[in-house]
């Protein structure tokens, strides 16, 4: 279990599930929940060393609720997840953390809280293209040579 393949579709359908149950959608604030299918794509698709830690929280889901967690009435699936959160550990944070980092990148999201989907400039301020004066004092510093070891 090293990569996002590792995932079986079960698995992945319980991912689904369990972003929508920490993320739901809003029609308020017009943003997708974190089972939405680009975010879901994210997920998969940058899991990379988190796999292993998801595989396993999702296996302890799947223990905990007895069938795949999307059968399982609204009731039932709190109850799951009140369990496991006190006893998922690091599998239970990696995999809160995997769902809410896809879902906080997302450009939708991003709009709806107000972000411009461009990178953070100083100060919040572009700036005009070939005006490197913000690296004058960094300049006026001079050189400084390490010896390289040997």
Request: charged share 25%; aromatic share 6%; net charge neutral.
């Amino acid at each position: 279990m090293t990569d996002q393949l590792s995932l079986t579709p079960r698995q992945r359908d319980d991912l689904r599930t369990v972003a929508a149950m920490i993320i739901p959608a809003s029609d308020v604030y017009n943003v997708p929940g974190a089972d939405d299918a680009a975010i879901q794509a994210d997920m998969l698709s940058t899991l990379g060393r988190d796999t292993r830690l998801v595989a396993m929280a999702l296996e302890h889901l799947a223990r905990l609720a007895g069938r795949p967690l999307a059968e399982l009435d609204a009731g039932k699936r709190d109850d799951v997840a009140q369990e496991f959160r006190s006893s998922g550990g690091a599998a239970a944070a990696t995999l809160v953390r995997v769902v809410l980092q896809c879902y906080y990148r997302d450009d939708r999201v991003l709009r709806s809280l107000g972000l411009e989907l461009r990178p953070p400039f100083p100060k919040g301020y572009v700036l005009p293209d070939g005006d490197w004066s913000l690296l004058d004092p960094v300049k006026a510093r001079g050189g400084t040579l390490w010896r390289a070891p040997s």
